[in-house]
């Protein structure tokens, strides 16, 4: 049997399910992922289309993922966007990404629509 742990999980809850042994084979995290102000998700489902991009640093490494509505400006590269600290709150930081990557395809628009991308 395979065992999944998801629902709210952060790097500490993870830390601490590891230093106990635990027998978890994967962990679905989605609430704790990196977001960036004034592009922010809030969890949850939403009528809203929104779309996923992936911003790469100066060596060509991935920075950060972020979620914003269909409606907001793309990230562009070269332009300063401020980040929160995907577990704490008060934490912040800006990112200037060197290339920007949309990472999901629209298949079926309307409320109901089917996104495929890479994760």
Known sequence: ??????????EETIDALNKQGHEVDAFGIGTYLVTCIPRLLLAGIHSMQKTMFRLYGKEGYPLVDIMIRESEPSPK??????CRHPFLESKRAYVVPQHVEELLQCYWPGTSSMFIGSF
Do not use: H, K
């Not at 049997?1 to 952060?10: E, F, R, V």
């Not at 590269?77 to 401020?82: D, M, S, V």
């Open 1 to 10: 049997m395979i065992i999944t742990a998801s629902n709210d999980l952060n």
């Open 77 to 82: 590269a070269g332009e300063r966007i401020l």
